[in-house]
DNA sequence: CGGCAGTTTGATGTTACTCAATTTAAGTGG
DNA sequence: CCACTTAAATTGAGTAACATCAAACTGCCG
């Protein structure tokens, strides 16, 4: 998670970062398309996925307030996935050849971008883990826990109630199964008083058994 | 792929580098474990991969000759995952904090970096499609392509054969099937003429049906 | 020759997919 | 505020893909 630099109302707009804002479903990257930018998003969800030729997609990760679209765009102009906002969302973009020349005289920079680069790269490990080896229920508790770990570490979480503004197809395309199968999984969950996924918002019920289900060794 | 550097006959060896061996099928790093070093593959083939509570356990990547065991190993002393030798190794190991010192001063190492990121990154998601969308066949196909892409750029290759020293029960864990489920397939392939696995060598017959089946978008 | 690891094959079971119909929720314009 | 429209979620029945279990087979090494 990189912070976008604050912009004092006084200033004038620097020229190495720029805003922009997308709808709910609108596309904000493609695969093999170049930029000189590097985007942060700044409010709103939205996600990583690659397209298959047949129309299939896999949801590589969500994206929440605070995440880099991905960190190896500050090392290639060429994106290696698609996005897309899942909610109306605002994205700062900085240009990509500044990043690199603070990161040169910066070792605060530097090391915040391999922090981001692990992080990265175990959860796109953890990620084929689950899809290889585990069942349905596990998958989605696992994107569930997932989803909750990175919601609590951005803000408050009263009562287990987590936002989450996903449809079930996006689900679906996340763990690999589905949108009607992902709909049995949670009526299972919600008829085991596990937890409850309506309105955007996941109301967990029963910690320990979805951590039972979903919690990766 | 980081190359070691050379050590001349004449020189004493120096203190940021050491060379490993390992045997066949012996674990090479595991999950949480710290290093000082970063470790290249010299020789031989290995694997990365993640170990389940129940033990079943996903193989991420296979590692070939001038390999980092993962380009991550650079930023983060513990490991994120666990490897083994699939056949007899040689490892040379740098200490971390040379590599680091070296990158502040050299360009070329800080974008060789990086380009090792993309990659790293973009196979890492590749994988994550494939497992989580395709079907048996489909993926076998895949990684038979994807290895044989990265044998071709290490070595040349006559007739369409390529050294492929991989137990059955591996492909398994590395595609996310059962191994009797990965005999039937590659039983399938060798019926219809696309592709031949036997001691140690796939012999490639129907290159483009391959493609057919295994490409990605 | 015997033993072991790896592979193959068959029979059966389970999980998740597909197809299709129905219900619920969310907008939209009158 | 209510009919109308459309998208999303649920439910059921039938099917396909892959797993599981178990036995037979192969090649290899002592």
Redesign the interface.
């Known amino acids: 998670m990189l912070e976008p630099s604050h912009q004092s109302a006084a200033d004038e707009p620097p020229n190495w970062q720029r805003f922009l804002t997308a709808r709910a479903g609108e596309q904000i990257a493609t695969r093999n398309q170049s930029s000189s930018d590097v985007f942060v998003l700044c409010t709103g969800w939205a996600f990583r996925f ?4 047949d129309g ?3 949801i ?1 990760n969500f994206l929440l307030p605070g995440d880099l679209l ?3 765009t ?3 102009k060429q994106f ?2 698609s996005a897309k906002a899942v909610t109306a969302i605002q994205l700062s973009g900085f240009v990509r050849s500044e990043i690199l020349t603070r990161c ?1 005289v910066s070792p605060g920079i530097q ?1 915040a971008i ?2 981001c ?2 992080e ?3 959860a ?6 689950v ?4 069942s349905a229920d596990e998958r989605i508790a696992y994107l569930f826990l997932h989803l909750m770990h990175r919601i609590s570490a951005r803000s408050v979480v009263r009562d287990h109630r987590y936002p989450l503004p996903l449809r079930q197809q996006q689900i679906a395309d996340a ?2 199964l589905t949108p009607v199968h992902v709909s049995r999984v949670l009526s299972m969950f919600r008829d085991r008083r596990i937890c409850v996924l309506s309105e955007n918002v996941l109301n967990v019920l029963d910690h320990a058994e979805l951590e039972r289900i979903g919690a ?2």
Chains 1, 2 share one sequence.
Do not use: H, T, Y
Request: contains cysteine; positive net charge.
């Open positions: 690659l397209q298959l030729p299939r997609r896999q590589l991905s960190v190896v500050i090392f290639d290696q996935f040169k090391s391999g922090r680069c692990v990265e790269s175990r796109a490990g953890e990620l084929a883990g899809l290889g080896q585990r763990v690999g990766i060794g």
